[in-house]
């Protein structure tokens, strides 16, 4: 892989990375085309990374498809493959982690303790191997690219991250490889984050901008939901990721919650139309 990128930096290729866990999903190739529409080298990897699992998590059973990723990679054009084995990301003796003091320490680092220390750890050294100009992440891991957009100005790393839409299910279900764990039951369930966020819509589209009058709104869609148990519904700065009163600004409205034994994230965006405007964005 490290000689694949310095060939491509010696043809000035314009080189994107897509990282991912595999089990792929269309959220994953809607990255590829995006970065095979902007990069004259596209390069994906394929690593389930063992340092962003806390001991109580899903890592041995976390779906693992590689022939049929490795084929949609290569029906989509991608010109590099990197699927490592662990003891070539963390040799005999590794002891050196990247720590992003502040973003990872709420919501899910509060949540999943370690967890984004694994997620910057695995992410710098995929940059380091890869040399991309640009890397793809989609938005729904949205507290995730915040710490990597964070560690990559903090460290001063020349590669661009570019986030992409949420892609979802026709009933709203954000894509997502854990969805694979879900049963009936807790599939139709499911679409209670979904609901949830809606809930928040209505409330900001009617121009209420107290953050525990949203937060209401959203608990009560997941009090009625009786196989989900909300972890949390907040609405966050979506820089910083610290807790707002009012929203204001560039945010994220933010919810996590358990289906049965399957942990679900989503979120929502919200925007400002224009500086000092009172006009929202909210994406969804």
């Known amino acids: 892989m490290k000689e694949a990128a310095r060939q491509a930096r010696a043809e000035n290729h314009v080189v994107g990375l897509v990282p991912t866990m595999g ?49 949609l990679f290569a029906e989509l054009g991608v010109d590099a493959l990197f699927a490592p ?25 509060r949540s999943r303790p370690g967890h984004f220390r694994g ?5 710098l050294k995929l940059f380091e191997i890869a040399q991309p100009d640009y890397a793809y992440f989609g938005r729904k891991d949205a507290q995730q690219v915040a710490v990597i957009r964070r560690m990559v100005r903090d460290l001063n790393l020349s590669v661009q991250i570019v986030v992409c839409p949420i892609i979802r299910e026709a009933d709203g279900l954000a894509l997502s490889s854990r969805n694979a764990y879900l049963n009936a039951e807790e599939r139709r369930a499911a679409t209670v984050l979904h609901r949830a966020l809606q809930a928040a819509r209505t409330k900001l589209a009617e121009g209420v901008r107290d953050v525990l009058e949203i937060q209401t709104a959203m608990r009560a869609v997941f009090s009625a939901e009786p196989l989900a148990q909300l972890d949390y519904a907040e609405i966050v700065s979506a820089d910083t990721f610290e807790p707002a009163l009012r929203v204001a600004g560039t945010s994220y409205v933010l919810v996590a919650a358990r289906l049965g034994k399957t942990r679900l994230l989503d979120n929502m965006l919200i925007e400002f139309a224009e500086k000092d405007s009172a006009e929202l964005i909210l994406t969804i």
């Open 23 to 71: 089990a792929l999903h269309e959220g994953h190739l809607s990255l590829v085309r995006r970065a095979r529409q902007e990069c004259s080298r596209v390069y994906a990897s394929l690593f389930v990374n063992p340092k962003q699992f806390g001991a109580n998590e899903d890592f041995a059973k976390y779906p693992r498809s590689f022939d049929s990723d490795a084929a």
């Open 85 to 109: 084995a662990p003891d070539e990301i963390y040799p005999p003796g590794f002891s050196t982690y990247v720590n992003v003091e502040g973003t990872s320490d709420r919501l899910e680092g």
């Open 119 to 123: 997620v910057a750890t695995v992410v």
